[in-house]
């Protein structure tokens, strides 16, 4: 049984560009869940997908976008990057819609430093 | 609103002695409460949760957490610490819903 892997691990953008970064949910869990980890602070949730459709957001502006796949593999999209933007963004599966009584498993992260 | 308070963002301990991380909470409701583990460049690993059974719930790696309505705490403890439980650890709150709120984090250091 494959862990959740995410790419790539570091990253490096300047202002305004667009960055991607992906996330392989461990085998047979069908939902997803994003977070952004500033340096020093707890993660903050992003957004969730639950069988490819947005399931939760928190408050994130809207040039963060996501997508999830038929194979429940799952995108990050952020657009005009921000210097404040730099963070550990990490992705999260579990196998239940309702991660309350499901483990959420994390994936290592992509760290992303926008210059 | 909902918010996660975790006093102290870096706590030292011997080797052996008892590890105490704080976690306090608002809730509007009844939350389910999470604490997780973060080593060095690697992702949350989940030590334990708190859904409204028992009170006091055990984790893995010998750490347990009580969670105390009437102070709206839910500190982490260990009766004795192991070199290798040195890590970052976050404390989490989920009201009704699918969003986690995490704390800030407190970063443990065990001193040989």
């Known amino acids: 049984e494959t862990g959740v892997t995410q790419s790539p691990t570091h990253l490096i953008k300047t202002r305004g560009q667009q960055v991607t970064l992906r996330c392989s949910s461990q085998s047979g869990h069908n939902t997803v869940s994003w977070y952004q980890q500033a340096l020093g602070q707890g993660p903050q949730f992003i957004f969730q997908?639950?069988?490819?459709?947005?399931?939760g957001r928190g408050n994130f502006p809207p040039r963060f976008s996501g997508l999830q796949f038929p194979n429940y593999s799952s995108e990050l999209n952020v657009n005009a990057l921000e210097l404040d933007d730099s963070a550990l963004y990490l992705c999260?599966?579990?196998?239940?819609?309702?991660?309350?009584?499901?483990?959420?498993?994390f994936g290592p992260g992509t760290r992303l430093t926008v210059l | 609103a909902q918010s996660v308070t975790q006093l102290g963002s870096h706590v030292s301990v011997s080797e052996g002695a008892l590890v105490l991380l704080r976690c306090n909470y608002s809730s509007s409701v009844p939350p389910y409460l999470f604490w997780y583990v973060q080593y060095p460049n690697q992702g949350l690993q989940l030590l334990l949760k708190?859904?409204?059974?028992?009170?006091l719930v055990k984790g893995i790696n010998g750490f347990e957490a009580e969670f105390k309505k009437s102070e709206t705490s839910f500190h982490l403890t260990k009766p004795s610490a192991h070199m290798s439980d040195a890590a970052e650890y976050f404390c989490?709150?989920?009201?009704?819903?699918?969003?986690?709120?995490f704390g800030t984090g407190t970063s443990l250091t065990v001193i040989p």
């Open positions: 999260a599966s579990s196998l239940v819609r309702d991660t309350l009584t499901d483990t959420q498993y």
């Open positions: 989490a709150v989920r009201p009704p819903g699918n969003q986690f709120y």
């Open positions: 997908y639950y069988r490819e459709e947005e399931n």
């Open positions: 708190y859904t409204s059974a028992a009170t």
